[in-house]
């Protein structure tokens, strides 16, 4: 496994696509700034943010990006998938009641890691990763009411 930290500056782009002898354009310049703005983005997100460049073009320059090393994606609900910079490294804890979601270590996910390497070889990507769950909130308005049947029970929160 190879472990080149992105370099953010500028010139990172341009060389990553001469490598690959492909050209810089602005649509891959401007779709990169906006997922560098925006930290976590749908393609629908950025190409609201990208003035003149349409939805297709945007997936299809993500995942040049991607490819790249440039952004990464994660899955944080059934909807598109949500992108961010490659260089920041966090997984991602989603509540399926409320829909927060929250950045974690990557660590917090360690034991599975080497779990799953040590019992069938398998490498988790750690940067698609999502747990799904409850948040705090949510598992505590569960508990509350879990058990026993909503009979002539007033809630209030
Ligand atoms: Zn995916
Ligand atoms: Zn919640
Ligand atoms: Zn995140």
Redesign the pocket.
């Known amino acids: 496994m190879q472990r080149d930290a992105p370099d953010p500056a500028a010139g990172d782009l341009a060389e990553r696509l001469r490598a690959r002898g492909m050209r810089v354009t602005p649509q891959r310049e401007l779709v990169l700034a906006a997922v560098r703005d925006l930290?976590?983005a749908t393609p629908e997100q950025i190409s609201e943010s990208v003035v003149g460049v349409d939805v297709t073009t945007v997936y299809r320059t993500l995942e040049l990006l991607e490819e790249l090393g440039l952004v990464r994606h994660?899955h944080l609900g059934h909807g598109p998938p949500?992108y961010?910079p490659a260089e920041?490294q966090?997984?991602?804890v989603v509540c399926h009641a409320c829909g927060a979601?929250t950045?974690a270590a990557p660590d917090a996910v360690d034991d599975l890691v080497r779990r799953l390497r040590a019992s069938d070889g398998f490498e988790v990507d750690r940067a698609h990763f999502t747990v799904f769950g409850r948040c705090r909130a949510c598992a505590a308005a569960e508990q509350g009411t879990s058990g026993t049947k909503p009979v002539a029970r007033t809630m209030n929160h």
């Open positions: 930290g976590h994660a949500s961010r920041d966090h997984i991602h979601v950045d």
